[in-house]
């Protein structure tokens, strides 16, 4: 767990607390943010029992990150969390829908899996995904887990073509040992798509790249949300001191 303290960052008349999701109410909250982005912003085909909210059966096994904008009185920001032991209780990890992780078997003790990430459209100024990230470090910490594993999710309105840049721009340079090598399910058909346009990464991956992640594989597709979907190994022992330091201080 977090410390009982929130994380306190004052930008511009928010008054930006992080700390994990107490009550249902607080779950429910990060769950329509979830659904605005995702699915209003973003087109994402997701099936919703309750109109205007995405959950699907991970999420009552997760914990949740939440940024909270107390002077607004609303939540801002969102990470899920999903821990070994929580990964054993649900069946698998999020990330076997899309991927053979059967690699990463002698990692699953120290496992710890996030995703759904997203940011109210009005709070992309940095100090929300600053203030997420943190929360995430101290939670690693705190927990003794050693590796974080989530996918990178890049849009692909322009069929994939930015994605299969990404990728082999990426493989060249941050691809990890074979050793973590995972197979996506629905594989982006990286040859036929790859140009010779240079890659533009989007800004959460960029800074999950700087802060030491690396690449596990070929991008698997995703139709319901249309983006291609890297999967992402950080080793907290791999993580950039800069980094380490900055959001372990906080």
């Keep these: 767990m977090l410390r009982a303290e929130s994380q306190v960052l004052l930008r511009k008349q ?41 959950r699907d059966h991970f999420d009552a096994y997760c914990q949740h990150l939440i940024v909270r904008d107390e002077a607004a009185g609303k939540i801002v920001g969102t990470y899920r969390i999903l821990t070994p032991d929580a990964a054993n209780r649900v069946g698998s990890y999020y990330s076997e829908t899309e991927f053979d992780i059967t690699r990463f078997h002698h990692l699953r003790s120290n496992l710890v899996e996030i995703g759904r990430s997203c940011i109210d459209a009005d709070y992309r100024t940095g100090s929300v995904i600053t203030l997420l990230w943190a929360g995430l470090a101290r939670f690693m910490s705190e ?29 060249e340079t941050h ?17 036929q798509l790859a140009t010779e346009t240079p890659a533009e990464l989007p800004a959460l991956l960029k800074g999950y790249i700087r802060a030491g ?4 594989g070929a991008p698997a597709w995703d139709p ?8 992402l190994l950080m080793p907290m022992s791999r993580l950039d001191p800069r980094y380490a330091r900055h959001f372990l201080d906080r």
């Design 14 to 54: 928010h008054r930006l607390h992080v700390g994990l999701a107490t009550s249902e109410s607080e779950i429910l909250e990060a769950q329509k943010l979830r659904y605005r982005v995702f699915a209003e912003e973003m087109g994402a085909r997701i099936p919703c029992r309750i109109p205007g909210v995405d």
């Design 213 to 216: 992640t690396r690449v596990c």
């Design 175 to 191: 691809m990890a040992g074979p050793e973590y090598h995972v197979f996506p399910r629905n594989p982006l058909p990286v040859e």
């Design 224 to 231: 319901d949300f249309n983006t291609a979907d890297l999967l």
């Design 143 to 171: 927990n003794g887990f050693e590796y974080l594993m989530g996918c990178a999710s890049i849009g692909m309105a322009d069929g994939g073509h930015n994605a299969a840049n990404i990728y082999n721009s990426l493989r």
